[in-house]
Structures are given as structure tokens and as C-alpha cells.
């Protein structure tokens, strides 16, 4: 863990400064960037093992850098910690939906955003490839592209398959249509695009996994969540 390299993009120079004295404390190589597009320059060019990213930053923002990260095949697996301020920003990202894994709210204490760093660090080098996602009698089988129901295979639809693993990837977080918009169907604009296409999807996928189908569960003006065991 320690000599791995963690990018902070933070235009708040103290807070920087702050940051950066303390990770390299614990062993960490630190980048840093304070503007949003160099932050995002340096995410790509660099392959940094984790990225502490603020969500306010001038020339782009925070929640644009995350999607563009979690859309890019090399950076997709690169953690993601934002850093928010108090109140209405913690609320955009309820349910940490455009992939980030983890978010703080300032003001923190370096030691708090440490110990996350690591918990990340110790999850990311433990957990196994999800080749199998497993609920109930649900099996998503990710490498043979086969959904099975108490070990009979299912018919699902490509887009009914992404739809169902994106929810049980993410299972007990809310997910939003636009969000699954974007993840299964590849709309790069969502907004213009019918959220009942998902809801449609959804309710073919709960009629096709039958006694298991309470397990998506509908959330109320936001969209979607998948319930594990
Ligand atoms: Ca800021």
C-alpha cells in the first residue's frame, strides 16, 4: 500500500497542502493538480492507484472528472474519494451513482481520510473478480453471460443483462434511471433521452426473474435499487 501513488485534485491550496503533507507521511507518492482539467490530464497520463477529487473545482468540475474516469476503460477501477462541501453537494451524489467509492465532507482530519484511503486499498487488494454476483436464487454469471434461477439457465436480453448487473454490482445503493440510462444504454446525454425505457426494462426483468423480482425494489423519484442478501 504504501509507495502507491494517490492523485489529489483540490483547488483549495491550504487543504492541499494539508493533504499532501500527511500521505506522504504514511508512505504515499502524491500528485497533485488544482485545476479540474489538469487534474483529469494528469488521472489518464498518470494511472495514479487512487484519486482524492474535490467536487468544486474551476475549469471542470469534480462530478464531470468522475464520470469521465468511471467511463474510461483504463481508469474505470482507479477508487475515486470526493471531497465535499457541507449540505446540498453531499446530496448530488447520494448514493455515490456516478461511481465514486467513497466521499468525505469538509472540514475532515487527514487521519479520517487516511484510514479511508487504506480501507479502499485493503478492499481493492482482496476482493476477487466478481465473475459470479449471487442473491438468493439468482446467478448472474458474468463470464458465460448467463443469468440462472436455482441453477436453470434464464433467457435474459443483452440490455436486460447490463441492467441487472449494474444493480447487483451496486447492490443496496439507489441507482438513477439516468444513470442506468447512461451505464446500459451508452446515452452520453440522458436528459433528452425517455427514462421509461428503463422502467419498461425493468419490468421485463422482474417478470423474467420471478420470485426473485422484489428484490429490485423502486425508489421513489430517483429509480432504481437492488436488494442483496
Ligand atoms: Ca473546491
Redesign the pocket.
Known amino acids: 500500500m504504501a509507495g502507491e501513488t494517490i492523485l489529489l485534485i483540490?483547488?483549495?491550496k491550504n487543504i492541499v497542502e494539508l493533504i499532501k503533507y500527511n500521505l506522504e507521511k504514511e508512505g504515499f507518492r502524491v500528485l497533485t493538480a488544482m485545476k479540474g482539467n489538469a487534474g483529469l490530464d494528469m488521472a489518464l497520463k498518470e494511472k495514479p492507484a487512487l484519486v482524492v477529487l474535490?467536487?468544486?473545482?474551476p475549469e471542470l468540475g469534480g462530478l464531470e472528472i468522475c464520470k469521465t474516469l468511471k467511463h474510461n476503460d483504463k481508469t474505470r477501477n482507479v477508487p475515486v474519494i470526493m471531497l465535499t462541501a457541507k449540505g446540498t453537494e453531499t446530496d448530488k451524489i447520494v448514493g455515490l451513482e456516478l461511481g465514486a467509492d467513497d466521499y468525505m465532507t469538509k472540514p475532515f482530519s487527514p487521519r479520517e481520510l487516511i484510514a479511508r484511503i487504506k480501507a479502499i486499498f485493503r478492499r481493492v487488494h482482496e476482493k476477487p473478480k466478481l465473475e459470479l454476483l449471487k442473491a438468493g436464487a439468482l446467478e448472474l454469471d458474468i463470464t458465460k453471460h448467463e443469468l440462472r434461477l436455482k441453477g436453470n439457465s434464464a433467457e435474459l436480453t443483452a440490455k436486460e443483462f447490463e441492467l441487472l448487473k449494474t444493480l447487483m454490482e451496486a447492490s443496496g445503493r439507489a441507482l438513477s434511471r439516468e444513470f442506468l440510462l447512461e451505464r446500459v444504454w451508452g446515452y452520453e446525454n440522458s436528459m433528452n433521452i425517455e427514462t421509461r425505457t428503463v422502467d419498461m426494462h425493468i419490468g421485463q426483468l422482474r417478470k423474467k426473474i420471478g420470485k426473485e423480482a422484489d428484490r429490485i425494489v423502486t425508489v421513489k423519484s430517483v429509480g432504481y435499487r437492488f436488494d442483496g442478501d
Not at 474535490?54 to 473545482?57: G, I, R
Open positions: 483540490e483547488d483549495e474535490d467536487l468544486m473545482l
